[in-house]
C-alpha cells in the first residue's frame, strides 16, 4: 500500500482497518503518561496486555497491571476502556496512565505492538473520530487549536470550535444555499406545472447567503489576530525610548539600550499576553534622517513593520525639540505615548497623550491598560466566539465571489453559480474533499492526537 | 421447439418498440412478444411526449436513430417547447399526441420491418440453459429460442389495479397482469421490489363547460422532434383549471378511503408525480392546485385530466372533479386509478443493461423501475443495440453521463439505490449547460450513423447545421470592436445598447439590455441563421466561463473512465478499504474508475487506494 503511506494515512479515514496505539501525553519526563489505543482489536489487545481488565465495564477506570508478552511486568497502571461507539475516535478504544518513564512508556507501547496494533501516525485518532462521524472536519481542526492554545482567547475560540460553533454556521449557510438551489430547479424542470420562478425570492435568499458568508468573513481578522496574535510596533524618532520601553513591556533585556541614537536597527519582537491575547510587540529602529546606510535599511523595515502592524504605539520624547508630530500609521488605531516624561518638567498631560517615564515608572501602569483597551478592540466581539481561520476565509471568499456573480436572468446559470458556492461550503466542512486537503489538515497534528 | 431468433422482446410498449425496432433495422432476427396486437405502443397514462428532461431524452433517442420522435411528430396534435425563454440547454420540446395514431404509426412501422415478426401472446416463463436464458415459453405451449431476451413487461408483473377499496389484479385498466413470470425471475435470483403510479380520470370533451377554462396554445411556429421531420402542427388546444380550496375538504373527509393511505397500497409512487390526495395530505398550504386538461386524440372524446391523479373511491373522485370550474357537469368516461407492480431492483444490470449473473437476459423500461414513456423508450434503444453487438461480438454502446441523458439515466439507475420510480430532470444532470437539446444530435448522430440506424446523409446535412452555428459562435468571440464613434453608433443601431471599453460581439450579447430582436436581424453572422440556430447560439454566448469549468471536470472524469477494473477484482482483497466501500464494490462492480468513484460512500482515499492499486496491477502484467 505504498499509494496509501505515501499520501499520509488515507487508509486511516476510509475506516481505520487496523488498531492503532500512541502516547497522547506529551514527550519528555513527567510523573504520568497515557497510551491510546483505538480500533476493532482492542478488546484481543486489552486481553493480551492487561488480562485482568474487563472491557466491557466502560468508562471506569481500574487499577491493572500490565505485562509484555514475554509475561514481563512493565507497570502497574489504571487503565480506561471506552467501548465503541461512545469514545473519542468511536471505535473500541483504551487509555492507559503509566507512571512518566520513558522506559515504561515504551515497553508499554511495545507490548501492544508485540499483540498486534500500529503505531498511530499524526493526527490519526482525530481522523479516525472524523470518519466515524464523531467530530467534523471544521470540529477537529479546532481540535489542534484548542490542544496547542496558549492564551484565553485561543482556547475559548477553539473550544467553542470543537463544540461544533462554527461547524453550525457552515450548516445554516450551506442550509440556504440548497433552499436557493431547490427553488431553482424547480421552477426549472417543473415550470410545465404552473411553478413559476419567482426571482425575488431568489434574490432575497441570496442576500441571505451573502449576509452569512460576510458575518461570517467579518471574523477572519479576528481569527487571525487570536491565533497568530496583533502585532503592535513601537515606532518614534531616534533615541525616543523605544527599546527601553520595549524591554520593560516586554519584562526582559532583549533589546539594546544606549545613550546612542541608531542603536536598534533591525526589528526585534517578542511575545506578550495582554488581556487574554496573544501580542507581539515589535521594537524598531527610529525613524529620521541618516547617511549610514545600514541605519537607512534599519528605517526602511521599520516603516514596513508598521504598515504590517494591527496597532502602533507612536514614542514622542517629552524633552524632543518639535511639537509637530509625524504621522507613522495612516489606518491602524495609533497609541500616542509622550516618553521621558520625568523630563518634561510640566505637569499638564497634552490631549490625546498618554505619558510615562521608564525611568521613574510613572505612567507605565496607565499605559499597559491603554495598551490592553486597544488590544480588546482589535479582536472586538464581532460573531462572539466565532473566528475563522485562513483555510474557512478563502473558501467562503470563493463562495461569496461565486454568490456575488450568480445571474437569475437565466436561472440555469445562477444554478450553476450557486452550486459553485455550495462546492466551496462543503469543502469546507469536509463532505466533499480533496485527500490533499485532509492531508493539509491533518499534517499539522501530532502523533496521539 | 419452435423458430430460433437472434432476439426475442416481452413486451411492445415504449422500451420494446424501441429495443425490437433498432435491433430489426440493425439486421438482428426479432421476435415481439405481446399480448394483443392493438396495444402496440400504447399511451396509458397522459397524452404528451417529451417535456423537461423527457424532451431531452427524446432529443437523444431520435438523434441515435430510435423512433420515438419520429412517431411523436407524426402523431402530434399540439407542440409547445417548455422553459422557451430560459437558455437552449432547458428547452423541453412536448407534444401533446393523439395516442390512437401513435400506437397505430408505430404498428405499422413494426410490420413493416421484415426481419421483425410479431407474436400474440402471453410469456409465462423463461427457457433457460445452463443459468443462462434462451428464449420464452408461452402459455400456448408455444416456445421461442433466442440468443438474447429483453423482458420489457411495464406494470404488467404481480401487477394489482386499485381504486378506493375495489382492488383487483391487472396490468393496465382492463388488462390481466403476469403472475408467473415474476416468480420465474425471482427464481433465477433476482431482486424484487413493489412500485406503485396512478393515473387520473378521464372526463367526455363535450361535458366540459369552456367558458370557465382557460385555453393554453401550443407554440406559434411549432418545431418537429425529429431530424426525419421537416413540419408539424397545431390541430388542437389544451385548457386549464384549478381546483378550489373546496376539494381539500372533500379529501380530507373521505382520506380513509384512499388506497394510499388506507395502508391497501405498499408500493413506493413516485413523490414528483403525485396523485391529488397527496398533494391535499403534504401541501395543505397550497389552496388550489392547478389542472390541465389535455385531449387525448382527434377523433376521440376522451380529455386526460392531468394534475387530478387519484385512486380515492368513484364517488368521491366524482365529488372532487365536480367542485372544479368548469368541470361542474363533466361525465367521466374511465375513473382513475392507481397500479402496483413488481420492478426489477436495475443494480442487478449492467450499463448495457443486460443482468450480470443471467447470461441472455436483460431488461429495459418500467419494470427496471422508470417512469414515463421516454426513459422507457431511452433503455429500449440501449438495450436493443447492445443485443445486437453482443451477438456480434462487438464492443457494447455504454453512453457516459457527461455525454447524454441516456447516460444519466443508465448510469445513476445502475448505480443508485432508488426508492421510487425514476424520471428523468434536468437537475440530475451535473454537466446540464452541456448536455441541451439544441446539442443532442451535435452529441449523438455520428453514433447513430456508427450504429447503422442514421444516414449518413442526414448525419450530413445536421453537421452543417451545427458547424455553422459554432462558426458564427466563434467569430462573435474573436471580433473586437472598438468603442470609437463609429463603432459605437453601428452597435446601437445594431443592438440598442452603449459600450465604452473594447469587446467582442459574445462579451455585448451576454449583456442583459440588449435587444437580441435587433441584433439577429443585423449582426450578419446571426442574420444568416434560422431562428432557432441563432437563439441557440446567443443562449450558449451566455453560459461561457460556466462551460470551461465542465469541461475540466469532463476531462478529469474521463481519465478515471480510462482506468477499467478488472472483471476478477477481489475489492476485499485491497487492504485499506473499508467493509463499506468493499461492500459498495463488490454490489456495483463499477466497470472503471469513474465508476467507482461515484458509488455511496466512496471517498477520495479510496478511490485514491483502488487507482493505486489498479496502477501497481498494470505494471506487473
Not at chain 1, 321 to 329: G, K, L, S
Not at chain 2, 290 to 312: I, K, R, W
Not at chain 2, 423 to 430: H, I, N, W
Not at chain 2, 509 to 536: C, F, H, K, M
Amino acid at each position: 500500500m505504498e499509494m496509501a503511506s505515501s499520501s499520509g494515512w488515507s487508509s486511516a479515514l476510509v475506516g481505520g482497518a487496523d488498531t492503532i496505539v500512541a502516547r497522547s501525553s506529551p514527550a519528555g519526563r513527567g510523573g504520568l503518561a497515557l497510551i491510546r489505543v483505538s480500533g476493532r482489536e482492542t478488546r484481543a489487545l486489552a486481553e493480551a496486555v492487561i488480562p485482568e481488565l474487563d472491557m466491557n465495564r466502560g468508562w471506569r477506570a481500574s487499577l491493572v497491571e500490565l505485562r509484555s508478552t514475554d509475561g514481563e511486568r512493565i507497570d502497574r497502571a489504571v487503565a480506561l476502556p471506552y467501548p465503541a461507539p461512545r469514545s473519542y475516535t468511536g471505535e473500541d478504544m483504551l487509555e492507559v496512565m503509566v507512571h512518566g518513564s520513558p522506559w515504561i512508556i515504551r515497553a508499554t507501547i511495545e507490548a501492544f505492538v508485540a499483540a498486534g496494533a500500529r503505531r498511530a501516525g499524526p493526527g490519526e485518532f482525530t481522523r479516525r473520530a472524523v470518519a466515524n462521524g464523531k467530530l467534523d472536519l471544521v470540529q477537529a481542526e479546532a481540535i489542534n487549536e484548542l490542544t496547542s492554545a496558549e492564551t484565553a482567547c485561543q482556547a475559548r475560540v477553539a473550544r467553542a470550535q470543537v463544540e461544533g460553533l462554527l461547524s453550525r454556521e457552515f450548516a445554516e449557510l450551506r442550509g440556504t444555499l440548497v433552499d436557493l438551489l431547490a427553488e431553482i430547479e424547480g421552477a426549472l424542470d417543473f415550470s410545465h406545472q404552473d411553478i413559476p420562478f419567482d426571482v425575488d425570492s431568489a434574490e432575497n435568499r441570496r442576500q441571505k447567503g451573502l449576509t452569512q458568508v460576510g458575518a461570517l468573513l467579518a471574523t477572519a481578522s479576528k481569527g487571525r489576530r487570536i491565533r497568530d496574535g496583533v502585532r503592535v510596533v513601537i515606532v518614534g524618532p531616534p533615541n525616543s525610548g523605544k527599546s527601553t520601553l520595549f524591554n520593560l513591556l516586554v519584562g526582559q533585556e532583549r533589546a539594546i539600550v544606549s545613550p546612542h541614537p541608531g542603536t536598534t536597527r533591525d526589528v526585534v519582537e517578542a511575545d506578550l499576553e495582554v488581556a487574554g491575547v496573544r501580542l507581539i510587540l515589535k521594537d524598531t529602529a527610529g525613524l529620521g534622517a541618516t547617511s549610514d546606510p545600514v541605519e537607512r535599511e534599519g528605517v526602511r523595515r521599520a516603516r514596513g513593520a508598521a504598515a504590517d502592524a494591527d496597532a502602533v504605539l507612536l514614542l514622542w520624547p517629552a524633552d524632543g525639540a518639535r511639537d509637530t508630530v509625524p504621522a507613522a500609521a495612516e489606518n491602524q488605531p495609533t497609541l500616542m505615548v509622550r516618553s521621558k516624561w520625568d523630563l518634561a518638567g510640566a505637569d499638564e498631560i497634552p490631549n490625546g497623550w498618554t505619558v510615562v517615564s521608564c525611568k521613574t515608572g510613572e505612567g507605565v501602569g496607565e499605559l499597559r491598560n491603554a495598551l490592553s483597551r486597544m488590544v480588546e478592540a482589535e479582536v472586538a466581539d464581532v460573531g462572539g466566539e466565532i473566528a475563522i481561520a485562513e483555510r474557512h476565509r478563502r473558501a467562503l471568499e470563493v463562495a461569496a465571489a461565486e454568490l456575488e456573480g450568480a445571474d437569475f436572468s437565466l436561472p440555469e446559470v445562477g444554478a450553476e453559480a450557486v452550486r459553485g458556492a455550495l462546492e466551496a461550503v462543503r469543502e469546507l466542512t469536509g463532505e466533499v474533499g480533496t485527500e490533499d486537503l485532509l492531508d493539509r489538515i491533518f499534517s499539522s497534528f501530532c502523533v496521539g492526537k | 421447439m419452435g423458430e430460433a431468433f437472434d432476439l426475442v422482446v416481452v413486451g411492445a410498449g415504449h422500451a420494446g418498440c424501441e429495443a425490437a425496432g433498432a435491433a430489426a433495422r440493425m439486421g438482428a432476427r426479432v421476435a415481439v412478444v405481446t399480448l394483443h396486437n392493438h396495444t402496440i405502443a400504447q399511451m396509458p397514462c397522459n397524452p404528451a411526449m417529451g417535456g423537461i428532461g423527457k424532451g431531452h431524452l427524446l432529443a437523444e433517442i431520435d438523434a441515435l436513430g430510435g423512433l420515438q420522435g419520429w412517431a411523436a411528430d407524426r402523431a402530434g396534435i399540439q407542440f409547445k417547447t417548455l422553459n422557451a425563454s430560459r437558455g437552449p440547454a432547458v428547452w423541453g420540446p412536448r407534444a401533446q399526441c393523439d395516442k390512437a395514431r401513435y400506437s397505430e404509426i408505430m404498428r405499422r412501422v413494426l410490420f413493416g420491418l421484415s426481419r421483425l415478426t410479431i407474436i400474440e401472446g402471453e410469456v409465462i416463463g423463461l427457457l433457460s440453459d445452463d443459468g443462462a436464458v434462451v428464449g420464452v415459453r408461452l402459455a400456448d405451449g408455444r416456445r421461442f429460442r433466442a440468443r438474447s431476451t429483453i423482458l420489457t413487461t411495464g406494470t404488467f408483473l404481480g401487477g394489482v389495479l386499485h381504486s378506493g377499496d375495489e382492488r383487483r389484479p391487472g396490468g393496465r385498466f382492463g388488462e390481466r397482469p403476469s403472475i408467473g413470470l415474476g416468480a420465474e425471475l425471482a427464481g433465477l435470483g433476482l431482486v424484487l421490489r413493489r412500485f406503485k403510479t396512478g393515473t387520473p380520470p378521464r372526463l367526455k370533451r363535450s361535458s366540459l363547460d369552456f367558458d370557465r377554462l382557460g385555453v393554453q396554445h401550443g407554440d406559434r411556429e411549432p418545431r418537429p422532434f425529429s431530424w426525419r421531420s421537416r413540419s408539424v402542427r397545431n390541430r388542437i388546444s389544451c385548457w386549464v383549471t384549478r381546483t378550489p380550496e373546496r376539494v381539500q375538504t372533500i379529501i380530507e373527509e373521505n382520506i380513509h378511503r384512499s388506497p394510499l393511505f388506507s395502508g391497501a397500497i405498499e408500493g413506493v409512487g413516485p413523490r414528483y408525480c403525485p396523485s391529488i390526495e397527496d398533494k391535499v395530505v403534504r401541501f395543505p398550504h397550497h389552496r388550489e392546485h392547478t389542472v390541465f386538461l389535455e385531449p387525448e386524440g382527434l377523433a376521440t372524446e376522451s380529455v386526460y385530466v392531468n394534475g387530478l391523479s387519484t385512486s380515492l373511491p368513484h364517488d368521491v373522485q366524482e365529488a372532487v372533479v365536480h367542485a372544479v370550474p368548469g368541470l361542474e357537469v363533466a361525465e367521466f368516461l374511465r375513473h382513475g386509478y392507481a397500479v402496483e407492480y413488481d420492478m426489477v431492483a436495475p443494480g442487478q444490470v449492467g450499463m448495457d443493461l443486460g443482468c450480470r449473473d443471467v447470461p441472455g437476459l436483460a431488461l429495459a423500461g418500467q419494470v427496471l423501475g422508470t417512469s414515463g414513456y421516454e426513459e422507457a423508450a431511452a433503455l429500449g434503444f440501449l438495450a436493443g443495440v447492445n443485443a445486437v453487438l453482443a451477438g456480434r461480438g462487438e464492443d457494447l454502446f455504454c453512453p457516459a453521463r457527461e455525454d447524454s441523458y441516456v447516460g444519466v439515466l443508465v448510469d445513476d439507475l445502475v448505480t443508485r439505490d432508488h426508492v421510487e420510480p425514476y424520471r428523468m430532470f434536468t437537475s440530475r444532470a451535473e454537466h446540464r449547460l452541456l448536455l441541451g437539446v439544441d446539442s443532442a444530435r451535435e452529441r449523438l448522430m455520428g453514433e447513430g450513423v456508427r450504429l447503422g440506424l442514421v444516414r449518413p446523409v442526414a448525419f450530413h446535412v445536421e453537421q452543417t447545421r451545427w458547424n455553422a452555428r459554432n462558426q458564427a459562435k466563434s467569430t462573435l468571440e474573436g471580433v473586437c470592436l472598438n468603442p470609437d464613434r463609429a463603432t459605437r453608433a453601428a452597435v446601437v443601431q445594431a443592438c440598442g445598447i452603449e459600450f465604452k471599453t473594447p469587446a467582442t460581439w459574445a462579451q455585448l450579447l451576454r449583456r442583459q439590455d440588449v435587444d437580441l430582436d435587433r441584433a439577429g436581424r443585423n449582426i450578419p453572422e446571426l442574420s444568416s441563421l434560422t431562428d432557432e440556430d441563432r437563439r441557440i447560439v446567443v443562449g450558449s454566448l451566455r453560459y461561457e466561463g460556466y462551460l470551461d469549468r465542465h469541461r475540466r471536470e469532463i476531462e478529469r472524469v474521463r481519465r478515471l473512465r480510462g482506468v477499467k477494473l478488472p472483471g476478477d477484482l477481489d475489492p476485499g482483497a485491497i487492504p485499506g478499504l473499508s467493509r463499506e466501500v468493499v461492500e459498495q464494490l463488490e454490489r456495483h462492480r463499477p466497470a472503471t474508475l469513474a465508476d467507482a468513484e461515484r458509488l455511496p460512500g466512496m471517498t477520495p482515499a479510496a478511490t485514491a487506494i483502488l487507482a493505486g492499486r489498479l496502477a501497481r496491477s498494470g505494471a506487473d502484467s
